[in-house]
């Protein structure tokens, strides 16, 4: 399991949030919509735990948006 979906299972959102925020950054630069809609994903899950709700909510529409666009 790669780590940052580790850091999210055990409940260590800030590190989860940095590790797909730069694993969001490579997936964008690479053009691997799959990673990079899974990163936004763990993103959007991570701060809406750490009651970030409204960063957390426009990540996962930007998210589904983008999901969207890709068919």
């Known amino acids: 399991m790669p780590r ?3 850091y999210f299972f ?3 959102y800030e590190r989860a949030i940095e590790c797909e925020q730069e694993a969001r950054e490579l997936a964008s630069r690479l ?3 799959f990673h990079l ?3 936004m994903f763990f993103i959007g ?3 809406g ?3 970030q709700m409204s960063e ?3 990540t996962l529409e930007e ?4 999901g969207g666009a890709q068919r």
């Open 45 to 47: 899950l991570s701060k």
């Open 31 to 33: 053009r691997d919509g």
């Open 10 to 12: 055990q409940t260590e």
């Open 37 to 39: 809609l899974t990163a």
């Open 63 to 66: 998210a589904i948006k983008m």
């Open 56 to 58: 957390a909510i426009a």
């Open 49 to 51: 735990n750490l009651g």
């Open 4 to 6: 940052p979906f580790s």
